[in-house]
């Protein structure tokens, strides 16, 4: 609960009898009892609000059974901004089965404000006490300290909140503390893990790590130590049945997308099994992938064939089983028959533009080629998906296999670099500032903050230049830490020998560019640390795909990115979260809740700085630049084989169709201009028609005007919809009236008539019936339609209230006007931070709450939050108390006009600057205050609001940070 949010006991008590007896709406939800649990499906876990309640109190008390190094890992940068600002804390932890790991306590005595003890018995109590000002909250459930617990294991636990002289925060208090000060309590001390350590040796207990959490979700090379035979997990088996119709139906080719270490080799053998396959061969370009592929193969395809590693002279008899590398067999197709292999595997399939991939597949005949990658895209323009005729057999995410612990969950915190940034400085200033002391010694500090398990690290470092990779190895030996660089130049014996001695721990860190980007399978890595910046979304995949093969004793990937100024910052949540919709209000949520918006155990945490910095660059990003719509949309039309749909788009989650809109007017003015396969050429009206459709309704934020217009194209009529109350009835008229308004091109200048009314009937307009008998012109119509009403299900279906909107949402003031359902819209140039439509008796406030400093002083209104439920507005200037729209917010309760709340942070955003979020529907408390605006004689008023629904604490944050001065720390 924030601190600085006032509250009162009425407050308490009407939130405890929604809670306890009867559910009130409009009761503050804040001080509510609630469950927490970890749910995926709502977008909430423990972890979440641990991390929250620790960071608004004053002082906390934690008891758990269990402190996991994982547990802990995911607590790192909140303990260390308790630790800054000296806040106190006592953890009470046990003995209880041996369970603690050593490096979890050991991590814990870097923290002078936390006490720890450690109670020597069979101690199972969880339960998490912080203190606040007047208040205290306390979480008392099933969660411990691990990272299951906190972000994916089946827990309940209740939140609820007390004044501090409560009975139950009282008695809550005195448990602790008895089992606080009990004799069988000991005091953490280095010398009491030391012992700890060396009982634990000989009495350790089953712990579940990154290779035994779950038989049938394991990758086989694992799970084969827990079964007689290796079988499919359950996303390989879904796999299977889609290659099994491809079988049947006698596809020859497929490509197979699967993200880094989710055992796509293993499941080509299991579908060479299948499918009944006789001659094999396996294609790679690196001889360590073939000598794995084919020590997989024996596993789990047995004496089924003769295996053979492939060198030049040899034949197809030598083995039914071939493995072989691309470049050799392409010099030596003369050896083999066109129909030598009836199944034929391509690893690293986005490498099959290379010449000697296409002499290869041009030259066999098989009955099935399987291509398998990580990665499809390419930016060099080569179509992969044509190469396997656009037929996907099955696509696994790296979200897909997070969710369904393919693969070890990893915990990423993406950290302030020092002053490094695009500025274009010479090379030898850029290589000083990569290498200098200062830098080294910051990461090197962030590297032993953010590591918990010490004794067994093993990482890959990325840099940006080889130059900067050796230098910053050298650096870190001189520091004590054992560590090499390799590079392209570095011959594959060396490369090999170095993550040798990686795997055996006589090396910690590994310094590369990105020559182990792919093609590298090095399970135990449990370290990935980005000293570059983040240029694409594949290759930052590529990287942390290094450290997410599940590995025996590797419980997770520790993810450190240091980030720096740099444009292209908003590709490391496009990255993270797999989301290519170059949504910004998306994008920030991922920055933003990272914990609940990746799957599975997995965490995303940004420092205060490294958030900053990303927002700027989304802000400032340009997504409606054509060479990136173009690049998005060819990448969608090549997965599919043909010209996309709008549907397509969001089905696929490629980039938002409305970037498009917004940019061309219409989809299919877009297509005109820039796909040569698009067969229709519309006319000037045609074209004016679709764009209004597109760029007013086809976002789907309000479904009447659509579904009005879809009835009327397939009917050719259309009804008013009935309702089961009458209040429903009267709001769906409001709704209809409102559309029809719209359709008929009576609320704007700039409509469109599309539907006329006659009689009282309601048709399709005479000249937009007739551009409906072009068949193309039809057809992208109700693309539009459909697309728009999947948005509106998707994204606008939970309306607040009795409104057009949905809450923290973001319209236009021309959307705004017309969802209020507004008969006409207003000159804007008239409206400026606020208008009162009489004939709805609504009255919209509009607030850049980050003012442009080039405007005229005048209307640099000091409009702001005093709390995330109360808002001041500033008034017009030249306005006093007795001003007629003053006094008609006086008495706005008494005459029944409702206003509500849109904000946009300021007008910098490249893309979305025109869109305010709606906050909702807020109330004048009766504090009304004359002003002389600053440096003038012009008065204002101050007028003072309540909303009814707090603000986001996301986006509460968001509005008030100033990036500008954080990102530049």
Known sequence: MEDNVSYSVIDFSKSLKSSFIESDPSADNRYAPRILANDESMGTNVLSVLKHELRDCKSFDFSVAFITDSGIQTLIPILLELKKRNIPGRILTSTYLSFNDPGALRKLLGFPNIETRIYQGEHHAKGYFFDKDGLATIIIGSSNLTQKALTCNKEWNVLFHTYKGGDLLVDARRQFDALWKSEQSAELTTAWIDEYEKYRAFNSPSRPTAHANNLDAMPPELAESKATSIKPNKMQEHALEALGVLHD???????????????????????????????????????????????SFEKVLKDRFKYVAYESGLSPKDGTCMFAMVGTLSQHLENFKRDAFDYIIIDEAHRTGAKSYQTILDYFTPKFCLGMTATPSRTDGYDVYGLFNNVIAYHITL??????????????????????????VDDLSLFNNLTSEERVRHITQKIEEYTVDKDNRRGLIFCNRNEEATRLSELFNERGYRTLAISGETNEKLRDAAIAKLEAGELQYIFSVDILNEGVDIPSINQIIMLRRTESAIVFVQQLGRGLRKSKDKEYALVLDFIGNYQKNYLVPIALSGDRTYNKDTLRKAVKEGDTVIPGCSTITFDRVSEARIFKALEQGKFSQKRLICDEYEHLKRMLGRIPQLVEFDENEAIDPMIII???????????????????????????????????????????????????????????????TQTQAKLSALRSASAVNVLTGSFSKAGQELISENEGALELSPAFKRALTNTEFRACVLDAIAFGLARNKRHYANTYKDTDFVLNAKYTREEICRLLRWSKEPNFQNVGGYFHDKETNTFPVFVNYQKDPTISITTMYEDRFVSDREFIAISKSNRNLSSPEIKNLQNAERNGMRCFLFIRKNKEDKDESTEFYFLGEMHPTGKFKQIVMQGTTTTAVEIWYRLETPVKADLYDYFLSDLDAIAAK
Request: net charge negative; proline share 2%; charged share 25%.
């Open 249 to 295: 139906t006698q596809e020859p080719r497929a490509l197979l997308v699967s993200a880094t270490g989710t055992g796509k080799t293993y499941l080509s053998a299991f579908d060479v099994a299948s499918s009944e396959a006789k001659n094999v061969l396996f294609i790679a370009h690196r001889k360590r992938i073939l000598s794995a592929s084919q020590h």
């Open 399 to 424: 979200q897909d296999a997070l969710s369904n612990d393919m693969l070890a969950p990893f915990h990423y915190f993406g950290i302030a670099d020092l002053d490094i940034d695009d500025e274009s």
């Open 662 to 724: 917004r940019k061309y007017g219409s989809y299919a003015a877009f297509l005109e201009k820039h796909d040569d396969d698009c067969s229709h050429k519309f006319t000037d009206r045609q074209l004016d028609m679709l764009k209004f459709l597109s760029q007013k309704l086809a976002h789907g934020k309000r479904r009447e005007e659509l579904i009005m217009l879809k009835g009327l194209i397939d009917n050719l009529s259309y009804t008013l919809p009935t309702s089961d």
